[in-house]
Every structure is written in C-alpha cells, then in structure tokens.
C-alpha cells in the first residue's frame, strides 16, 4: 500500500476513534510541527503544542473527496 492510502486508512481510523491510529497519525507529522515550532532560533514548548492542537483540530475537520 502507498503512503498516501496509508494516511487516508490511518485518518479514517482515527476519526472513528481509534486512538493508536490518531497516535500514528500525529507522529507521522511530529518531524514537521517540531520544525516549525522554533521562534527565535530557538524551540519553543508552547508553539509546539499550540500547533499539535491545531493539526488534532485539522485532522478532525479534514474530508477527503473523491475526484471526479
């Protein structure tokens, strides 16, 4: 299975609730949110969970559609 239909299954686990699928899906992002959590030059613990909270937010909102 590509990455692509991974992250889909794994979004679609995790909006029916399945916590580890939530988990996997919040680690496959932690590389980027923890490189763009510095302010300053410096790493910032409060923009780190700032924008863990708003990437929980946007994975609960997000909706995938199928092309046509």
């Not at 979004?11 to 680690?27: E, I």
């Not at 700032?50 to 929980?56: A, D, F, G, S, V």
């Amino acid at each position: 299975m590509g990455d692509n239909l991974d992250l889909r299954f794994l979004h679609l686990s995790a909006k029916k609730g399945n916590a580890g699928d939530l988990d996997k899906l919040m680690r496959y992002f932690e590389s980027y949110v923890k490189k763009y959590s510095h302010v300053n030059g410096k790493f910032d613990d409060d923009a780190y969970q700032e924008m863990n909270i708003k990437l929980w937010k946007c994975l609960n909102k997000f909706e995938y559609k199928i092309a046509s």
